[in-house]
């Protein structure tokens, strides 16, 4: 009789990221922001875990440092592992009408403005027990690297947070722009 025991392993062309990611998924952890950093030592890995949000910070803490030594053991090089611990949010949040909406739909549209110019477009705000609920979507250059688009949809988000106080979750939806007169 022969026995064959096979041992998979990563293909040279994944990265870094994507097998922190693969890690994790084996693990039924979820990750996000993870990034890859060559340091002198050797590969730091950074990353954001989601556990559900009733999970003791003891038990999360332990799931991070399962994860952490999982990444070690699965990936060539690795020196570091830091893991921001986060809750996931599962539930599902009551929004209603509420009589300001305009009013604030015209503060968000200002501030918005202000930032990614005439292309802002379908604002929706509703009201839930945490605060205001706020959508929004802007042209931006169809060319635009998306790592640019990104950090444009964080600097609209950060001008709608301070113009309206009370919001809960601002969600910018970039948009390509196929003339000049959109973006």
């Not at 999970?55 to 999360?60: D, I, R, V």
Request: glycine share 4%; net charge negative; with cysteine.
């Amino acid at each position: 009789d022969v026995v064959v025991h096979t041992i998979p392993i990563a293909p040279e062309s994944e990265s870094a990221v994507e097998a922190v990611i693969v890690t994790a998924a084996r693990l039924g952890l979820g990750v996000h922001h993870v990034r890859a950093f060559a340091t002198p030592c050797g590969l730091r890995l950074d990353m954001h875990m989601e556990v559900p949000s009733t999970m003791t910070l003891l038990s999360a803490h332990q799931e991070a440092d399962h994860l952490e030594a999982e990444l070690r053991r699965d990936i060539v090089g690795v020196h570091d592992v830091q893991v921001h611990i986060e809750p996931r949010h599962e539930e599902v949040h009551k929004v209603a009408e509420y009589s300001r909406k305009e009013e604030i739909r015209r503060q968000v549209a200002t501030a918005a403005r202000g930032q990614a110019g005439r292309g802002v477009h379908d604002i929706e705000v509703l009201w839930s027990d945490e605060g205001y609920v706020v959508t929004l979507h802007c042209y931006m250059p169809s060319n635009l690297p998306i790592s640019v688009a990104h950090a444009r949809t964080a600097e609209v988000e950060k001008a709608v947070r301070t113009a309206v106080p009370g919001i809960y979750r601002v969600t910018v939806h970039p948009e390509p722009a196929f003339s000049p007169d959109e973006a």
